[in-house]
C-alpha cells in the first residue's frame, strides 16, 4: 500500500468535492491523497480554499452534485450534468482499456466487438464511453458496471465476466495490490492482454459556480505554470514505479 505525508491544513474558505472512492492512484481514500486531490487541492489552495472530500460512486457523486449537494464534480460529464460549469484545463486523463485473460485467446479489434462478450465496466461506463459502447453494452450476453473497481479485476480472473473495462493504470494498481495479498495463488499470476479500443478520456472539474470555477482556472494556471503540478506527477511516477506491475 502506499504511503505519503500529511498535507497540513490551514485556515480558508471549504468546498465540498466528490470523488471516486475505487480510482487509485488518482484518489486514495485511505491517506486522503492521489494525484486528482493533490492538484485539486493544491489549485484551490493558492485561491485560499480547503477541500472537504465526499467519497462516492460515480453515480451517486453525480445525483449529489446535481442536486447541489456538493461544490466540485471529480468526474461528470456535460449529458449526465447539464447545467455545470467546466474548468478549462482537465483535472484527470484516463486511458480506459479492456481487458482479458491471454488464454481466451479474444478478439476485440473495436468497440462494436465488445458486444458478443460477457462485460463489467466500471460505473456508469455505459454513460461516460462513447456512445457506441452503450448499444454494445445492451448487446452483450451478460453486462454489469460494478462501483468497486477492483471487483472487475477480481472478476476477470476467476473467470466471472470475458472481458472489463477499466482505466489502465487503476487496473495495474489493483492487479498488483492483488498479487501482493495472495502472493501465492496462480490466479492473480494469469497472463492478460490489454485492447486499445478507447481514445483517451479528459474529465474537466464540473462546477455550479462561475467564481469557483474561475477560481480554480486560475489555480491551475499557477501549477502549471510554477512547474507544480508537473512535480506532483513526477512524485506519483516515482512512487508507482516501484509498486504497480508491468
Same mark, same amino acid.
Given at each position: ?6 498535507? @497540513? ?14 480510482? @487509485?492512484? +488518482? ?41 447541489g449537494e456538493l461544490d466540485i464534480a471529480c468526474i461528470t460529464s456535460s ?50 464511453? @462513447?456512445?457506441n459502447f452503450a448499444a454494445e453494452a445492451a448487446r452483450s450476453p451478460a +453486462? ?38 495472495? @502472493? ?6 494469469q497472463q492478460y492482454q490489454y485492447h486499445d479500443l478507447f481514445e483517451p478520456? +479528459? ?32 512524485? +506519483? ?10
Amino acid at each position: 500500500m502506499l504511503t505519503f505525508f500529511s498535507i @497540513p491544513a490551514y485556515s480558508a474558505e471549504s468546498v465540498r468535492v466528490g470523488c471516486g472512492d475505487s480510482i @487509485p492512484p +488518482y484518489v486514495i481514500r485511505q491517506n486522503e491523497r492521489g494525484i486528482v486531490l493533490d492538484i485539486l487541492r493544491r489549485a484551490l489552495q493558492t485561491q485560499n480554499k480547503t477541500i472537504n472530500v465526499s467519497y462516492n460512486s460515480n453515480a451517486n457523486n453525480i445525483a449529489a452534485f446535481n442536486k447541489g449537494e456538493l461544490d466540485i464534480a471529480c468526474i461528470t460529464s456535460s449529458s449526465a450534468s447539464p447545467g455545470a460549469l467546466f474548468s478549462r484545463q482537465p483535472l484527470i486523463v484516463f486511458q480506459n482499456v479492456a481487458i482479458s485473460l491471454s488464454k481466451r485467446n479474444l478478439s476485440l479489434t473495436d468497440i462494436p466487438s465488445l458486444g458478443d462478450y460477457r462485460i463489467t465496466a466500471f460505473n456508469l461506463a455505459s454513460q461516460l464511453l @462513447p456512445d457506441n459502447f452503450a448499444a454494445e453494452a445492451a448487446r452483450s450476453p451478460a +453486462y454489469q458496471e460494478l462501483a468497486e473497481q477492483q471487483k472487475q479485476v477480481e472478476a476477470l480472473f476467476s473467470g466471472e465476466t470475458d472481458v472489463i473495462i477499466l482505466e489502465q493504470t487503476i487496473f495495474r494498481y489493483y492487479l498488483s495490490q492483488l498479487r501482493r495479498n495472495h @502472493p501465492n495463488s496462480p490466479v492473480y499470476q494469469q497472463q492478460y492482454q490489454y485492447h486499445d479500443l478507447f481514445e483517451p478520456t +479528459y474529465y474537466y472539474a464540473a462546477f455550479h459556480s462561475k467564481q469557483l470555477r474561475d477560481a480554480f482556472d486560475i489555480g491551475m494556471e499557477i501549477l502549471i505554470d510554477s512547474g507544480e503540478q508537473d512535480k506532483i506527477l513526477q512524485r +506519483y511516477e516515482r512512487l508507482l514505479a516501484d509498486y504497480l506491475i508491468r
